[in-house]
T-cell receptor, first 113, second 111 residues
Framework: EAQVTQNPRYLITVTGKKLTVTCSQNMNHEYMSWYRQDPGLGLRQIYYSMNVEVTDKGDVPEGYKVSRKEKRNFPLILESPSPNQTSLYFC????????????FGPGTRLTVT | GENVEQHPSTLSVQEGDSAVIKCTYSDSASNYFPWYKQELGKRPQLIIDIRSNVGEKKDQRIAVTLNKTAKHFSLHITETQPEDSAVYFCAAARTGNQFYFGTGTSLTVIP
């Protein structure tokens, strides 16, 4: 089954404790993105990747890191999480650049206390 | 960067009526405009999209129109049904995969 998976789905952590949210797709998509969704703010793009080893900042990259060592995986790293990073995070992938349908993962609910 | 504004933030319609959601964008380089539907607790899903070389696109009860000159695009849902109740997001993007989303419209279809 073609899909985008994220792990964990729910995470409660404390300020400053490094964490990684994994994202994997099995559709051989070149493009992958991370978004955060906050009430009243819609979805905001954090980072995106156009191919292996090619990543770029989105609209709200501060406090996040990403890597794209393999085509199928695009982990999101929070080196020192803070409470303002409490949010719902979505990973997405698409076959090519803008103009191709994005497929979203199920989301990761992160709470930083 | 791009700025996408979406209105209204909430919309209630009677079943069978039409619903219209409007978005404006600021970056004339944006060339791809998708609309997503997000049901409660679910992930966003693409329902229709339009590219900048097209003025209108229709898929059954859903249509999108684009006015490049005025930099606005709209989602039209006809013959609304209760299952159309959800949050709808517009987005604007340009080649390179940088997406900007509107803040969402919560649509309620009253049976």
């Amino acid at each position: 089954e073609a899909q985008v998976t994220q792990n964990p789905r729910y995470l409660i952590t404390v300020t400053g404790k490094k964490l990684t949210v994994t994202c994997s797709q099995n559709m051989n998509h070149e493009y992958m993105s991370w978004y955060r969704q906050d009430p009243g703010l819609g979805l905001r793009q954090i980072y995106y990747s156009m191919n292996v080893e090619v990543t770029d900042k989105g609209d709200v990259p501060e406090g996040y890191k990403v890597s794209r060592k393999e085509k199928r995986n695009f982990p999101l790293i929070l080196e020192s999480p803070s409470p303002n990073q409490t949010s719902l995070y979505f990973c997405a992938s698409s076959l090519g650049s803008a103009g191709n349908e994005q497929y979203f993962g199920p989301g990761t609910r992160l709470t930083v206390t | 960067g791009e700025n996408v504004e979406q209105h209204p933030s909430t919309l209630s319609v009677q079943e069978g009526d039409s619903a219209v959601i409007k978005c404006t964008y600021s970056d004339s380089a944006s060339n791809y405009f998708p609309w997503y539907k997000q049901e409660l607790g679910k992930r966003p899903q693409l329902i229709i999209d339009i590219r900048s070389n097209v003025g209108e696109k229709k898929d059954q009860r859903i249509a999108v129109t684009l006015n490049k000159t005025a930099k606005h695009f709209s989602l039209h849902i006809t013959e609304t049904q209760p299952e159309d109740s959800a949050v709808y997001f517009c987005a604007a993007a340009r080649t390179g995969n940088q997406f900007y989303f509107g803040t969402g419209t919560s649509l309620t279809v009253i049976p």
